[in-house]
């Protein structure tokens, strides 16, 4: 099979909508057999799952809330039967609340950490069984878990949080060839952050590039991750931010 990745099983949470969408579209068109979770959209998840079949290889939609134990357990172990086991983990599925920290509520801190943190935990003990030797995890961070624009400081510690998994999950994992790492992306073009949108005036200006990423380039560096060629990275998070954050 043509690409990469041919040969190959994934599974990306949360990929019925945007990053989760593109990285599943990439990691088929790089020839890997590929089952996303998705929240409650179900014709999205179907027409993502009809873009991976259209390239030629496996697909399928399981629905999954990120914020329930069980239904993640359940996901995993429904994806590694339907592929026949697992080399690729994307952790993608996540929420975003800003408020400051005179408004924060603990609804609203623990709905963040339920979804970002205990989600990408319970899913990973889940699938590690499952995963092959010389497999992959990788979790789509934010740059917010180094830095701030305001407001956000109960997201940013979710994505610092992940970042600390990894950094341990790597020492883990390391004996069996299986590598994690982190994607931090910046400003990235999607139906809730559209590049023409009000949050887009604050933070276009902050990149270097004076623009936003688009879901394809935060795919492109994923696939690489998840390839052969990224043999030697593991326990690191990588930027993908236009220079957001220098």
């Excluded at 979710?158 to 910046?186: E, M, S, Y």
């Amino acid at each position: 099979m043509a690409g990469r990745l041919g040969g190959k099983t994934a599974l990306v949470t949360g990929g019925s909508r945007g990053i989760g969408a593109g990285i599943a579209r990439r990691l088929a068109a790089e020839g890997a057999d590929v089952a996303i979770t998705y929240a409650g959209n179900k014709q999205a998840a179907d027409g993502v799952v009809a873009a991976i079949t259209g390239a030629g290889v496996k697909g399928r939609a399981i629905q999954a809330d990120a914020a329930s134990p069980d239904a993640v357990r359940a996901a995993v172990a429904e994806a590694a039967e339907t592929l026949g086991g697992l080399d690729i983990l994307v952790h993608n599925a996540g929420v975003a609340e800003m408020a400051p920290v005179t408004q924060a509520t603990e609804e609203s801190y623990r709905r963040l950490f339920g979804v970002n943190v205990d989600g990408v935990f319970v899913g990973t003990v889940a699938a590690v069984p499952h995963l092959r030797d010389g497999g992959r995890i990788l979790i789509i961070g934010s740059v917010s878990a180094d830095t701030s624009f305001g407001t956000d400081a109960i997201y940013s510690a979710t994505k610092a949080a992940v970042a600390g998994l990894a950094r341990g999950w790597a020492r883990d994992l390391g004996p069996r060839g299986i590598l994690v790492n982190v994607v931090q992306p910046g400003p990235i073009h999607t139906d809730l952050n559209p590049q023409d949108g009000e949050f887009a005036k604050q933070l276009t200006p902050r990149t270097a590039v004076g623009r936003y990423g688009t879901v394809e380039e935060v795919a492109a560096l994923t696939a690489f991750l998840a390839s052969d060629e990224a043999s030697y990275i593991t326990g690191t998070t990588i930027d993908i931010d236009g220079g957001f954050r220098i």
